[in-house]
């Protein structure tokens, strides 16, 4: 069992920069895909950017590529999404995901746990 917290969000002006972490509990995080995805209200979840369990492949949604940055760091269970640029239509609600898979993934039901989520708003 894997528990997820995102932090980190919160209100930024067009153009400014937020930086998500999400801490995971358990012994076997550095196994885990990690994936962040996002929602707004009445669309669907949709995938943002996604890492391996070693950090060194990673995968971006063309909507955020170049402008956001996936990282962890498994000494401290963290995954992390710097987000710089950002625009109104980044604002949703902010979800990690953690998948056992051997590769990064964009499917959402490909994950197995989930965080809470965590509101991002850029205004313009």
């Known amino acids: 069992q894997v528990q997820l917290i995102e932090s980190g969000g919160g209100l930024v002006q067009a153009g400014g920069s937020l930086r998500l972490s999400c801490a995971a509990s358990?012994?076997?995080?550095?196994?885990?895909?990690m994936g962040w995805f996002r929602q707004v209200p009445g669309k669907e979840r949709e995938f943002v950017a996604t890492?391996?369990?070693?950090?060194?492949?990673?995968y971006y949604a063309d909507s955020v590529k170049g402008r956001f940055t996936v990282s962890r760091d498994n000494a401290k269970n963290t995954v992390y999404l710097q987000m710089n640029s950002l625009k109104p239509e980044d604002t949703a609600v902010y979800y990690c995901?953690?998948?056992?898979?051997?590769?990064?993934?964009?499917?959402?039901?490909?994950?197995?746990?989930w965080g809470q989520g965590t509101q991002v708003t850029v205004s313009s």
């Open positions: 995901a953690a998948a056992r898979l051997g590769v990064v993934s964009t499917v959402v039901r490909r994950y197995d746990y």
């Open positions: 358990g012994r076997t995080f550095s196994s885990y895909t």
């Open positions: 890492i391996d369990w070693t950090g060194g492949s990673t």
